[in-house]
């Protein structure tokens, strides 16, 4: 069963004509900018991988 936010992101390409990787790729990196405006990892490398098959 796909999650709320993997159902929200397939909308957003569709609507976009993006690729869902693309729209993904963007909210992994948004998702590093806040943890590292946070403070949260300072002085470490961080990044994020979403998977949609975990949901």
């Given at each position: ?5 993997l159902i ?10 993006l690729?869902?990787e ?6 992994e990196a ?12 300072a002085?470490?490398?961080l ?9």
């Amino acid at each position: 069963m796909k999650s709320d936010f993997l159902i929200a992101v397939t909308q957003l390409a569709a609507e976009r004509g993006l690729p869902r990787e693309t729209v993904l790729g963007v909210v992994e990196a948004a998702l590093v900018s806040a943890y590292r405006k946070e403070g949260v990892g300072a002085g470490h490398d961080l990044s994020v991988k979403l998977n949609p098959g975990d949901g």
